[in-house]
């Protein structure tokens, strides 16, 4: 369906990292998503936008084996994952924090964050990128041995994301950050995102806040009812008449 | 005075066995959400286990440190590899079918391991030297279960006015030993934080690369093990095996699982003394035909004032 889309602008090369073609996938009777193709680079952040309902949970749920797709081809680096488990793709360098963040309540901030590292048995390194966290995130090393539960929404969000990174990941995906967040909550957030991929994190990142994924973003794509229609650098796509229509609401 | 520290005796160590098969109950509930019904059953297999362990070691070795040992190992491992079978073939295929079908599938294995032990099947097999091997169902009615700890009066207090029986204190230490090892893999170890980002939920601890299908199967051999070794020291006590005794127990115990709170694993541990003590009272100051009735009356005022148990937050059920 490629054809359809609407591309803007010229996207910067990088090495290829995640590439997903053709993909589908269906809840019973409700087609969710009908043949989405994208791309992620090696050291890119890429923003997927779209209204509710669209698909974008879908799309990274299905990269990261938390669904089986009906269709479709899923790479990472050189190497076909379609149909992987989720447990499965961990060890391959993807880390997913969820919709909703997903952090484990009944546990510690302690706990949680060590699941993040559950399949690495390098334990000096794990301590060392535990503290690289505490750094960007003071909050939770404050928090470390409160239950997870007892976090304000900001923090959950600031552990779901650390626990993610202490997998050491290739590839980060992350679905709606910002949601009901408060406004300088959701700035750290973003703020720590820059440095996780000025770090060498290839990011995909989901957001309905459009302006904020677009300017974070080096490339984005728009969903529209399973679909990708619009793809383009995200200052491009910021500037186009459509998506400031669109999504930006003007 | 002397009665009453008596009875408190005698209902904890009813109360540690009950804990200790409450506690499959809740492990199970917690990373499945399901009500194994069958646990008890499970539990009675593998008191026979343990049955025919100690009739093959004879009267002389079954009664010893060792082969007291071997009859706890044999039932348990037997009982660990059961509730593999179980959750593999019988559980698993239907993890994404709706709840119901797997609570009713429950209650089959539950019928079928109950009554179908209750069955007389049994065939001789020639080993050369003039040995055989007979493997046979126990057949329907109880049988009695050996003496492998030779009771004796380990104290007594005034004119007997109390008295302790080794194997009541021997009972609550193994109780005890396995209540506090599982405590100590459950919030301790790496497996225990993985059983508990399952029972959260699965498909966010698959995204941590926890592989949650050997996390389930690994939870149901821990609880199947678990009450095998309770359910021999229940045997222990009423000195009695029979193939209905997994769905009397197995009732009791859920019964303290519901009260702690089910899928919380320091109120099964709760559920199932406080279950033992007031069973205990009520027989020893009321009447022994009144335990069953007060046991679930208790059941329900505890659902009345709590309806999450004990220790449950119901408004914490995850959304
Ligand atoms: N578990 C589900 N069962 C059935 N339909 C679903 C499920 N999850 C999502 N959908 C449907 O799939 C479509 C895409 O949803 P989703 O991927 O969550 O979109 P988005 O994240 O963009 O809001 C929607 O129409 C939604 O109703
Ligand atoms: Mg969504």
């Known amino acids: 369906m490629s054809e359809q889309v609407k591309t803007l602008g010229e996207r910067r090369s990088f090495p290829g990292l995640l590439t997903v073609e053709g993909l589908k996938v269906q809840y019973g009777a409700i087609q969710a998503l009908r043949g989405v193709s994208l791309q992620v680079g090696q050291g890119e952040v890429v923003a997927l936008i779209g209204a509710n309902g669209a698909g974008k949970t879908s799309t990274l749920r299905a990269v990261s084996g938390m669904l089986k797709p009906s269709a479709g081809r899923i790479t990472l680096g050189s190497r076909d994952i379609t149909g992987l488990k989720a447990h499965q793709m961990v060890p391959l360098g993807m880390a997913h924090a969820p919709e909703g963040r997903g952090i484990f309540p009944n546990l510690t901030v302690q706990e949680n964050l060590e699941l993040g590292a559950y399949l690495r048995s390098d334990t000096a390194e794990i301590q060392v990128d535990m503290e690289k966290n505490f750094t960007l995130f003071p909050v939770l090393k404050e928090r470390r041995r409160q239950m997870a539960g007892t976090l304000s929404g900001g923090e959950q969000q600031m552990l779901a994301i650390a626990r993610a990174l202490l997998s050491r990941p290739k590839l980060l995906l992350l679905d709606e950050p910002s949601l009901g967040l408060a406004p300088q909550v959701t700035e750290t957030i973003f703020r720590t995102l820059r440095d996780v991929n000025a770090a060498g994190v290839s990011v995909l990142l989901v957001e309905q806040n459009a302006h904020l994924a677009l300017n974070a973003a080096h490339y984005g794509y728009v969903l529209e009812t399973g679909e990708v229609v619009m793809a383009g650098p995200g200052k491009a796509l910021l500037d186009s008449a459509e998506v400031r229509r669109a999504y930006l609401g003007e | ?319």
């Open chain 2, 1 to 319: 005075m002397a009665q009453l520290l008596q009875h408190l005796i005698n209902g904890l160590a009813a109360g540690t066995i009950y804990a200790l098969v409450a506690l499959g109950y809740t492990m199970v509930y917690g990373v499945l959400k399901l009500i194994n019904f069958a646990h008890g059953d499970v539990m009675m297999v593998g008191v026979y286990m343990g049955y025919a362990t100690a009739i093959g070691l004879g009267r002389q070795a079954q009664s010893s440190l060792w082969g007291v040992a071997l009859i706890f190992a044999a039932a348990m491992l037997g009982c660990a590899l059961l509730g593999f079978f179980i959750e593999r073939f019988a559980y698993r295929p239907l993890r994404e079918k709706p709840r119901l079908t797997a609570l009713i599938t429950a209650i089959g294995i539950s019928f079928a391991l109950s009554y179908g032990f209750q069955l007389d099947l049994g065939f001789k097999l020639p080993l050369p030297g003039g040995y055989e091997l007979s493997l046979a169902l126990p057949g329907a009615s109880p049988r009695a279960f050996p003496e492998i700890i030779r009771p004796t009066e380990w104290l007594i207090i005034g004119d007997r006015d109390v008295v302790i029986w080794n194997w009541q204190v021997i009972s609550f230490l193994i109780a005890l030993g396995l209540m506090l090892v599982l405590q100590y893999l459950v919030y301790r170890t790496r497996f225990g934080r993985a059983m508990r980002a399952v029972s959260w939920d699965h498909r966010v601890a698959a995204l941590m690369g926890i592989p949650t299908d050997r996390v389930i199967a690994l939870t149901f051999m821990l609880s199947s093990a678990l009450a095998a070794g309770a359910g021999l020291l229940y045997a222990i006590k009423d000195t009695s095996v029979s193939p209905l005794m997994g769905l009397y127990v197995g009732l009791k115990a859920f019964v303290a699982a519901v009260i702690g709170g089910i899928g919380n694993v320091p109120g099964a541990v709760v559920g199932g003394l406080v279950l033992g003590l007031v069973e205990e009272f009520v027989v020893g100051y009321a009447a022994s035909t009144w335990r069953d009735a007060v046991a679930f009356g208790f059941l329900i005022l505890v659902l009345l004032v709590k309806p999450g148990g004990l220790f449950g937050r119901v408004a914490a059920e995850k959304v």
